[in-house]
């Protein structure tokens, strides 16, 4: 198998890292930069130095673009222009709506899937490329209803052998969720830190230390400003709705702190403390892998669905494959997923969908 | 010498094992709960369980009251009543305001001395409790223009005995500054968790993995509920202004959020990440000890003035004396100071406030 890594930094660079240890392929390497390509190729992440984008993609069977998201959308499109028409095309951008609205159908988007890993990025470039970057990390991937299903198959395959979880998710979907639990933070911090230095400078106090509550709320203010303005820019709607929403709500709770009691305060206190518990343990599924059989139409848009709603729900998809392949009329999904009781909740979602579902014991 | 102890949880435990350590006193323990007084003891936090505040002020130098916030004006006012003339209260609340105006000279207030050392408290309780909690930890105290002189020396040379790093501050600001820099992060983790819950079930997404930005930001949470409901309701007026502020910055931000490019966006995200380097690094002055030596009437208040005038432009006094002592017209204070720009700056300051100022050279 040979994949192409399009920009070879931090991200980029760790999956050809992965790549090459995990998959055994081999990796064409492309960066606007030479002495990057080079350092890359220095410490064995890409096998191959290439001039272009369409020297790299050639041949590849998974193109995958790791460039600043203001660049993504023509890399993406260079990429499918220059693949072929059996290679899936995918990105590792923070923001995912308006790429993939931007890649239709006469550029190729059917064979271009949005990917967004949630992986470290304390470090920065090449030199901070590890091939175990993303052992055990969400990654996200947003199919669309044009999707061709066994490209997304063979992306998502791809991706759990790096080691990642693929999770399929809405692109809309993505971005709103994102701004909230990733982009917001950043704004908060920036916004605290901007108060914390006013407030200090307006009581002419110098205030030689700061609690450990400041510096773990404001730990991401101000990190790696290209990207992050890059990354807000992209998802400006939801991002702008998110601090609406939150301006509200700490609107609302001014109520509360204003007028309530130590206890009706300790109350809201627990209450959140509660929450953010179960958002953070939401993760821990495990058991035995588990089959299900279900029965498709070979129509476009069907392993997109099925994958969405499994995301939804929460289900993971473990494993996956697509039997007979692509040019039967009707045909079947193998899902697998971890745990008796998930795997219970995936058939059903599945089944609600429309989708005849069978539950094969054991391993499969 | 003798110290009181009133409250022996995880900071009054920790001020009994330290105080054991380093400043080789008698600790005389009192708690609510007799459980709690029996742990601390066995734990060797004290050694003598007393069955009332009387019994624990009874004979003490120094007695820390250590209860809630909610608790401690009661508490101060009984300590103040039990103990002698020369000794001197102090707390470890993380409010101060209320507190210090409450006891005035009739209540003995010129032997109350408000304190909040900035430790951390991940831990709770008394097995939580430990020697070294305070090393290198700031601690805030706020005297005021009444507070005995003698007193503040006393508790300030204790504190800086026990390992920690004593400043005066202002009561009135010290709650100002912490509504911004550690009540705020708060608040605003507590909101972020709830609007993040909001928006994952209404995009009916369960989202097994957040960024490890949302966990920063909201790690403090619903941390210690009871105690945060306390503080919170304490420094109602100053936390409603603080998040009336940082509503008012984020309305603000909405503008360069929806119309600023990305290059504008990542600017702003790289002024805060400066300035909150500048906020963290404002901690590290260090350098040989200078000797300065004050000219002073003894009158009440010089000391506090002197103290909070250093602790408002950020010069931290590593060590203090009083010469001769209390019953002469006048007299000198000793201060010593870490860094030869940053003693320069001292005398300055103490200059301005009307005394003679003599840089005595070396490290006195």
Known sequence: MRVAVLGVGLIGGSIGLAVKRRLAADVAGFDVSSSVLDRA??????????DSVVEAAAGAEVVFCSAPVGELPELARSALGASSEDAVVT?????????????????????????????????????????DLFEGARWYLTPTETTNGVLYDKLQRAIADLGARPQAIDAVTHDRVMATVSHLPHVLANALVSQAADTLSEESER??????????????????????????????????????????????????????????????????GD????????????????????????????????????????????????????????????LWIAGAEESERGAEVVRDLGYAVTLVDGSG
Not at 103 to 130: Q, V, W
Not at 217 to 242: F, H, K
Not at 257 to 271: F, P, Y
Not at 302 to 331: F, H, K, Q
């Open 41 to 50: 190729a220095e410490l064995g992440a890409i096998d191959q130095k290439c």
């Open 91 to 131: 990105d590792v951008g923070s923001t995912k709506r308006d790429l993939v609205a931007g890649l239709d159908a006469r550029t190729g988007g059917e064979r271009f899937i949005g990917g967004h890993p949630l992986a470290g990025t304390e470090a920065s470039g090449i030199d901070g490329a590890r091939a």
């Open 207 to 272: 205030l030689p230390t700061v609690g450990p509550s400041f510096r773990d709320v404001t730990r991401v203010a101000g990190s790696s400003p290209a990207i992050w303005g890059d990354i807000l820019a992209a998802n400006r709607e939801s991002v702008v709705s998110a601090v609406e929403r939150i301006v509200e709500r700490l609107t609302n709770s001014l109520e509360l702190l204003r007028e309530g009691s130590a206890d009706e305060i300790a109350a809201w206190h627990g209450w959140a």
């Open 275 to 334: 929450a953010r518990r179960r958002l953070l343990e939401a993760d821990h599924v495990g058991g035995p892998l588990h089959h299900l059989q279900v029965s498709v139409e070979n129509r476009p848009g069907t392993v997109a669905e099925i994958a969405l709603a499994l995301g939804s729900a929460g289900v993971n998809i473990e494993d996956m494959t697509l039997s007979p392949a692509t040019d039967m009329r009707t045909g079947s999904i193998s």
